[in-house]
């Protein structure tokens, strides 16, 4: 079974093209128009083992905002529809990366509940043009879309730049985790027949 999916959304403030596919091998075609969005979808797909191509047009002129919102809302949309049933996925995914002198936790649960909680703490407000909190706008999209708890943790750290990197790389290594197939999995991993 192949879990692929593509996304197209176009509105007055983004037109976005996306494909995704789980089982892939960490390859990425990225534009967004958000240099620093597209580093950190680039690491996100690496660390994942995801394939994920982006071309995304926004109104960056105004700021970068709509358009990583946007993203986020695509890559989770796509993430819920590559998933179909969710049968014999772990469903849960763990991942702690180190960038530096900062460390990241990110934990996941494919839950069908949406919910982001977030215990992070920028040090800076931008890393170059991007705005830093639109980290927690991305996140945040993507988990109401995809419809999945994340909690996303960082112990500590000083460089803006770190932190936020070793937030997408445990994103992708937990996101991986998650969406693994286990064998020994017969249907979906809920007590209620469904997730």
Known sequence: MERTASVIRKTNETDIKLQLSIDGEGQSDIETGVPFMNHMLDLFTKHGQFNLSVDAKGDIEIDDHHTTEDIGICIGQALREALGDKKGIKRYGNAFVPMDE??????????????????AEFPSQKVGTFDTELVHEFL???????????????????NTHHIIEAVFKA????????????PRIKGVPSTKGML
Do not use: C, F
């Not at 109401?144 to 112990?155: F, P, T």
């Not at 985790?177 to 286990?182: P, R």
């Open 102 to 119: 900062a460390l990241a936790q990110v934990v996941i649960d494919l839950s069908n509940r949406p919910h982001l909680e977030m215990r």
């Open 140 to 158: 945040w999209k993507l988990a109401l879309e995809a419809r999945m708890n994340l909690h996303v943790i960082v112990h500590y750290g000083h």
């Open 171 to 182: 994103l992708g290594r937990a996101l991986d985790d998650a969406t693994t197939i286990d």
